[in-house]
């Protein structure tokens, strides 16, 4: 199945972008999960949620996971920053092993968790004080971050009195006070309605144009994986493994209207079917 953006399931090397026909990228590396493997206990049994991941993402580089619900998804993005233990592989940052969560990585979760008896300033100032950054050096940095998100004017406000969407962009600006290498996006925006959903891309877009962070982001939006990202990656079902690859031929930046052109379609649909193959072979695996 191949599209006009010269895609091809199975064959990611097709595509005419100089990095996938094996071109050096001499971006610096940033993150690297080398075998990455995570198994649980359930009902007193070992099961493997991720099996022998390798994943390397270079500086400033994009990335969107998708694949079968349950594949494993959150679960590699978790291990990725240090909040879900490894049974097997390295997570590196810049090189240097990483052993637990660090500021060298920064999660946004799919629910905001922001700390509701603090005002917007003080959520996303929070870390700050965590690491006793003095007072007048973190108000600057948050008073920063909440323009860079447009949240300007709700300084004093309390999160309860933002709608859904303006609470994750309070949850994006708090992951981006502490500077991090890397920025872990765990379905930020699945819990707002569609409309809201497509107006938090585009600022996504935006604050990262601006800041330009090693980013990985999960979703089960196919459309959001290749509007946002760089390179989208499909994970099989359970256990997670790499099953395909593409690299995302648009420019940057990328308006929202490039949604609705016919190339993007054609890439929607050529990793759908990937992800829809892996999910009928889980489904019969039941």
């Known amino acids: 199945m191949t599209g006009d953006g010269g895609l091809t399931v199975g064959d990611?090397?097709?595509t005419s972008d100089?990095?996938?026909s094996g071109a050096p990228?001499?971006?610096?590396?940033?993150?690297c999960a080398k075998g990455l493997s995570v198994?649980?206990?359930?009902?007193?049994?070992?099961v493997r949620a991720v099996d022998n991941v390798d994943l390397e993402l270079r500086d400033g580089e994009f990335v969107a996971i998708v694949g079968p619900s349950g594949s494993g998804k959150s679960t590699f993005l978790m291990a990725i920053d240090g909040l879900v233990p490894l049974s097997g592989g390295t997570v590196s940052v810049n090189g240097t092993v990483t052993h637990g969560p660090a500021p060298d990585r920064a999660v946004v979760f799919?629910?905001?968790?922001?700390?509701?008896?603090?005002?917007?300033i003080d959520n996303v100032a929070y870390g700050l004080e965590i690491a006793k950054r003095p007072k007048a050096e973190r108000y600057r940095i948050a008073e920063e971050l909440i323009a860079l998100t447009g949240l300007r004017g709700f300084e004093q406000f309390y999160p309860s009195q933002l709608s859904g969407g303006m609470r994750q962009r309070?949850?994006?600006?708090?992951?981006?006070?502490?500077?991090?290498e890397v920025l872990l996006l765990d379905e930020p925006f699945s819990g707002l309605?569609?409309?809201t959903r497509e107006t938090m891309q585009g600022e996504l877009l935006k604050v990262w144009d601006e800041q330009k962070k090693t980013a990985v982001f999960v979703t089960h939006q196919i459309d959001e994986a290749v509007y946002l990202?760089?390179?989208v990656i499909a994970f099989s079902a359970r256990p997670a493994r790499i099953v395909q690859e593409w690299r995302i031929p648009f420019e940057r930046p990328r308006p929202l209207e490039l949604k609705q052109t016919q190339k993007h379609r054609d890439i929607e649909a050529e990793i759908w079917a990937v992800v829809r193959h892996e999910g009928e072979k889980s489904a019969k695996g039941r």
């Open 12 to 14: 990611s090397s097709s």
């Open 18 to 20: 100089p990095v996938a």
């Open 25 to 31: 990228d001499a971006r610096p590396s940033r993150l």
């Open 39 to 46: 198994d649980y206990v359930r009902k007193g049994k070992s």
């Open 110 to 120: 799919q629910d905001a968790s922001l700390l509701p008896w603090r005002t917007i």
């Open 170 to 180: 309070v949850n994006i600006a708090r992951a981006l006070a502490s500077n991090p």
């Open 193 to 195: 309605d569609a409309q």
């Open 229 to 231: 990202a760089d390179r």
